[in-house]
């Protein structure tokens, strides 16, 4: 086991709806983007630059290595491509049969790193950014704008004054995408129009003290977080109310829902965010079994 994976702290049983964390597999650099698809965990790792399936068993595989590239938000186009955030460069790529292109360009519109993704079933995709150089520069946030591509791969400005937009779901009708500002420390909302593009802004939530980061929506009305703030997740409902809490033996970053009945909860941790994460190994996806199985997307 790679350093920093320890027994996961004791947990109140009050915060708690079914099980303990269990580790599914460590060696993580630092791990993001996680989605279940095909039967088996895919995630990508910023500093292995590197895109990962893990089955329940914990079997690794290598889909996909960029070199020099940091990966982040995963998706599928309806043709079964995949989508890959592209950070640094600010891209989105598709991949078909290994063959990896551009599908957009999103240089005009994020002002720094890309982040997380969130890709409709229509094939339109939404992506986040960090907004300003958040590592040299943590004093002067800065808001951000969401891109939206197209399925041809045209982008778009959506939303702005976003403080750090980062994991989105899309409700399960399709009419809504829910957005986790990071340094907002909220849930925002917007209407989805027959085109995909996002209207006004809405609150869906907010959770004051925490950095809400990746996210997941369950059948049950709830978003479980991955807390940037502090080590853990969170399930939240829309107008604020916390429901579940369970604590992490390292920071939270990202969890998704998943498994055969959609009611494991993964959940990817790291020691920290920063660049000397790299070359680590030390982060982990942990699983846990809750109430309700994932609805909509991703």
């Given at each position: 086991m790679a350093g920093g994976c320890n027994t996961p702290p004791a947990m109140d049983a009050s915060e708690v709806i079914v099980s303990e964390l269990e580790l599914l597999v460590d060696g993580l650099d630092?791990?993001?983007g996680?989605?279940?698809h095909d039967g088996r965990l895919w995630y990508s790792d910023f500093y292995q630059s590197r895109v990962y399936a893990v089955s329940a068993l914990g079997?690794?595989?290598t889909i996909l290595d960029l070199g020099t590239e940091q990966p982040s938000g995963l998706g599928w186009l309806p043709d079964g491509s995949l989508l890959v955030v592209a950070m640094t460069t600010r891209r989105v790529l598709r991949v078909v049969d290994g063959d990896v292109t551009v599908h957009a360009d999103l240089s005009e519109i994020a002002t720094w790193h890309c982040n997380d993704m969130v890709v409709a079933a229509d094939g339109t995709a939404y992506v986040g950014n960090f907004g300003w150089d958040i590592e040299h520069d943590r004093g002067h946030p800065?808001?951000?704008?969401?891109?939206v591509i197209g399925q041809d791969g045209a982008?778009?400005?959506?939303?702005?004054?976003?403080?750090f937009p980062n994991g989105s779901v899309i409700t399960p009708d399709g009419d809504t995408l829910i957005v986790a500002e990071t340094f907002g420390a909220r849930f925002s909302a917007f209407a989805l129009d027959a085109d995909g593009r996002p209207g006004?802004?809405?609150?869906?939530?907010s959770v004051p003290g925490t950095a809400p980061d990746g996210c997941t929506l369950d059948s049950?009305?709830?978003?479980?977080?991955?807390?940037?703030?502090?080590s853990g997740v969170v399930r939240v409902l829309e107008g604020g109310t916390v429901t579940d809490r369970i604590p992490t033996p390292q920071p939270a970053y990202a969890c998704t829902l998943g498994?055969?009945?959609?009611?494991?909860?993964?959940?990817?941790?790291?020691?920290?965010?920063?660049?000397?994460?790299?070359?680590?190994?030390?982060?982990?996806?942990?699983?846990?079994?809750?109430?309700?199985?994932?609805?909509?997307?991703?």
């Amino acid at each position: 086991m790679a350093g920093g994976c320890n027994t996961p702290p004791a947990m109140d049983a009050s915060e708690v709806i079914v099980s303990e964390l269990e580790l599914l597999v460590d060696g993580l650099d630092f791990g993001e983007g996680p989605r279940w698809h095909d039967g088996r965990l895919w995630y990508s790792d910023f500093y292995q630059s590197r895109v990962y399936a893990v089955s329940a068993l914990g079997e690794r595989e290598t889909i996909l290595d960029l070199g020099t590239e940091q990966p982040s938000g995963l998706g599928w186009l309806p043709d079964g491509s995949l989508l890959v955030v592209a950070m640094t460069t600010r891209r989105v790529l598709r991949v078909v049969d290994g063959d990896v292109t551009v599908h957009a360009d999103l240089s005009e519109i994020a002002t720094w790193h890309c982040n997380d993704m969130v890709v409709a079933a229509d094939g339109t995709a939404y992506v986040g950014n960090f907004g300003w150089d958040i590592e040299h520069d943590r004093g002067h946030p800065r808001s951000a704008t969401l891109a939206v591509i197209g399925q041809d791969g045209a982008v778009e400005p959506g939303p702005d004054d976003l403080l750090f937009p980062n994991g989105s779901v899309i409700t399960p009708d399709g009419d809504t995408l829910i957005v986790a500002e990071t340094f907002g420390a909220r849930f925002s909302a917007f209407a989805l129009d027959a085109d995909g593009r996002p209207g006004e802004r809405r609150e869906w939530a907010s959770v004051p003290g925490t950095a809400p980061d990746g996210c997941t929506l369950d059948s049950g009305g709830g978003i479980w977080f991955a807390d940037a703030a502090g080590s853990g997740v969170v399930r939240v409902l829309e107008g604020g109310t916390v429901t579940d809490r369970i604590p992490t033996p390292q920071p939270a970053y990202a969890c998704t829902l998943g498994g055969d009945d959609g009611q494991t909860l993964f959940v990817l941790t790291a020691p920290g965010a920063g660049s000397d994460r790299a070359g680590s190994g030390d982060g982990c996806i942990w699983t846990t079994l809750v109430e309700h199985p994932g609805a909509g997307l991703p």
